[in-house]
């Protein structure tokens, strides 16, 4: 079992940056992949990053938002700089065995971050 919780949202001007915390539970953390999806009003819950060895990023924010972990600290981060109204969402962290791209690919899932840009 594992639990996320993650912090760090909040309003932030465009162009501006946040930095958003997962700390994790469980002396088992290294052995999960981590991940970050999104989720906007009216709108499915989206892939953002993950990182297993390598990392993956979306397209949509590829080049601004950067994903890393420290495993001493079972912490994963999600860099986001040169933020756009477009980011706007509740910004959740997940862990999964066999995580990768898909929401069904994670077992384990904070509450969610609140990250507002505004134009």
């Known amino acids: 079992q594992v639990q996320l919780v993650e912090s760090g949202g909040g309003l932030v001007q465009a162009e501006g940056s946040l930095r958003l915390s997962c700390a994790a539970s469980?002396?088992?953390?290294?052995?999960?992949?981590m991940g970050w999806f999104r989720q906007a009003p009216g709108k499915e819950r989206e892939f953002v990053a993950t990182?297993?060895?390598?990392?993956v990023v979306a397209d949509s924010v590829k080049g601004r938002f950067t994903i890393s972990r420290d495993n001493a600290k079972n912490t994963v981060y999600l860099e986001m700089n040169r933020l756009k109204p477009e980011d706007t969402a509740v910004y959740y962290c997940?862990?999964?065995?066999?995580?990768?791209?898909?929401?069904?690919?994670?077992?384990?899932w904070g509450r969610g971050t609140q990250v507002t840009v505004s134009s």
């Open positions: 469980g002396r088992t953390f290294s052995s999960y992949t």
């Open positions: 997940a862990a999964g065995i066999n995580g990768w791209t898909t929401v069904n690919s994670y077992a384990y």
């Open positions: 990182l297993r060895g390598s990392t």
